[in-house]
């Protein structure tokens, strides 16, 4: 448990008192997204890994990965870098047993679970009760809506990362979709 | 002592097991399940001394794994370690019989918070 949710914690009270969709921008700043990232690096990639607030322009060959946030704020949590910043990554989490050679599925591995940390306390300082979607890679899901986005840009070891917490409200989700692994709450 | 380590991510699962090393846990056969469905099968064939489990993963989730060793009446110490950490979570981890939860990131000095005195 993070300090940011001691911080935010929420009963949901904004959603019941209107009914108008919540926008991120009300319930997270950029500077809450930093110090999640900040705080997942530093345990996760390594004591002296950190994510300079600096924008590097974007990623040659970019790749994402993404966890779904579904609850009275939808949309999803989305990690965007180049292809050798992921394998970079990976190495670094993987330190003494990563293989001479990743193959595609270790670097799609390591930055799934990367937007699974930062987007699981990210939705700990949303309004609750909400469900945490399983880590995807690929393409990033399009901005539905650009007023409901937060976005980091940084650089990490001189590469260029983005965090981006943004909306879904345009898209919403078929209520037909398999969500049998995501979180009851 | 056997600790069964489960998560979806085989990344993360390595993760675990260096930081149980970092933590001073290092004389310890360790067993890792994919998922926990998996996990649920290794405890059986197994028979791990502590499961330490990620929340979320396909096929069944770690609090389907623990509520299913419970109801057949195994009381295996099991311990979450996810991602996510609220309130309402911990409380249906406990209720559900976890002796833990350790929510990521999470370091060496968290693992022995949570683990003194459950591993020897």
């Known amino acids: 448990m993070t300090a940011f949710s001691a911080d935010l914690g929420d009963t949901g009270e904004r959603r019941r008192t209107s009914d108008a969709p919540l926008a991120i921008t009300d319930l997270i700043d950029e500077a809450t997204v930093q110090s999640i990232a900040e705080e997942a690096w530093l345990a996760l990639v390594g004591e002296e890994e950190y994510l300079l607030p600096l924008p590097g322009g974007p990623a040659d060959d970019a790749v994402s990965s993404w966890v779904e946030v579904v609850g009275p704020w939808t949309g999803t949590v989305v990690i965007t870098t180049g292809r050798s910043t992921a394998e970079e990554l990976s190495r670094a989490l993987l330190k003494e047993h990563a293989p001479p050679v990743l193959d595609a599925e270790d670097v799609d591995d390591a930055l799934g679970e990367l937007a699974n940390v930062v987007g699981g306390n990210v939705k700990a300082v949303l309004p609750g009760p909400s469900a945490l979607g399983l880590p995807e890679v690929g393409n990033a899901p399009e901005v539905t809506d650009p007023a409901d986005v937060v976005r980091i840009d940084v650089l990490w070891r001189g590469q260029s990362l983005s965090i981006s917490v943004q909306g879904s409200a345009g898209a919403l989700p078929d209520p037909y979709e398999n969500h049998e692994n995501e979180v009851p709450l | ?120």
């Open chain 2, 1 to 120: 002592m056997k600790i069964l380590v489960a998560d979806d991510s085989r990344v993360m699962r390595q993760i675990v097991i260096r930081t149980l090393r970092q933590a001073g846990y290092d004389d310890h056969d360790i067993v890792e399940a994919e998922d926990g469905a998996d996990a649920l099968a290794k405890v059986g064939s197994e028979k791990p001394d502590l499961i330490l489990s990620d929340w979320n993963m396909p096929n069944m989730t770690g609090i389907e794994c623990l509520q299913a060793l419970r109801a057949s009446g195994s009381a295996v110490p099991f311990g979450f370690v996810t991602s996510e950490g609220s309130p309402e979570m911990r409380e249906k981890a406990a209720n559900a019989g976890a002796m833990f939860l350790i929510a990521k990131p999470f370091n060496e000095d968290t693992f022995k918070e949570h683990l003194d005195g459950v591993i020897a």
